[in-house]
């Protein structure tokens, strides 16, 4: 099945950090296949049981196989709870781990490119009764992913020959119940976009995945229209 999948950079200035364009599409690329994988898992959990389980419902640890697969399809080599340790940097004092670290081909200037992956999970009522709660509740999120990719980078390795991109991903998951949907997912993005702290160079990426109205996955009282995957990128400056 071809998935209704939008991918919007309206926002993303990839030639203002270094391997930009190569880190847009890789984004891009890992999107799709999330929710593909996502798809295929509701498809046939649907087929075996009768169940309208679908995979981005649960929390984030609950994600890192869905994610781990997607990663997969893009490159081999890839570990996930992957810590770093003083002997990789002689500032830290204790270990930090990562969600996923994974290892890509060749970027702008032939070095391999290290991409350090955090994941974070947002259910957002898309009818909440205030706007207040709404904004809250997403600024929230969006501001402690960018922290932890900020605190990842400035402790990274920085291994010579090889390149880091640190990419922030928060899979917004909006549902509504009870009356008409109120928020759709373009607020949603203008929202992260004013959380991100645009002195580090951060760039949003997103795409949204818009299910077939028949496809049910939340259940009986509530309801999900779109799965959005956000991509906060950091990089150096060009």
Known sequence: ?????????????????????????????????????SYSYWKKLHDLTGSHEHPLEHGERNIYSTLAVAVNKI??????????????????????????W???KDGEAGNPINYFIELKKGWYNLNEKTQENFDKRVSEDI?????QIRTIKKISPQWESFDDVFLGLTIIYGYYRDG????????IRENIYKDIDKRNNMQL???????PEKMIIHG?????????IAGIVLSNKR
């Open 143 to 147: 501001k402690s992913l960018v922290g």
């Open 220 to 228: 009986k009282k509530s309801k999900c229209r779109f799965i959005c």
């Open 205 to 211: 990426i997103t795409a949204t995945w818009t299910l």
């Open 102 to 104: 994974c290892l890509y």
């Open 75 to 100: 490159s081999p080599i890839h570990l996930s709870e992957w810590s770093f340790n003083q002997t990789d940097c002689e500032h830290m004092d204790k270990n930090r781990r990562i969600d996923i």
């Open 1 to 37: 099945m071809n998935l209704n999948i939008y991918i919007d950079k309206k926002y993303y200035k990839s030639d203002s950090i270094v391997n930009g364009r190569i880190a847009g599409k890789f984004f891009e690329t890992l999107s799709k296949n999330i929710f593909n994988q």
């Open 180 to 187: 008409e949907e109120y928020y759709d997912e373009a607020q």
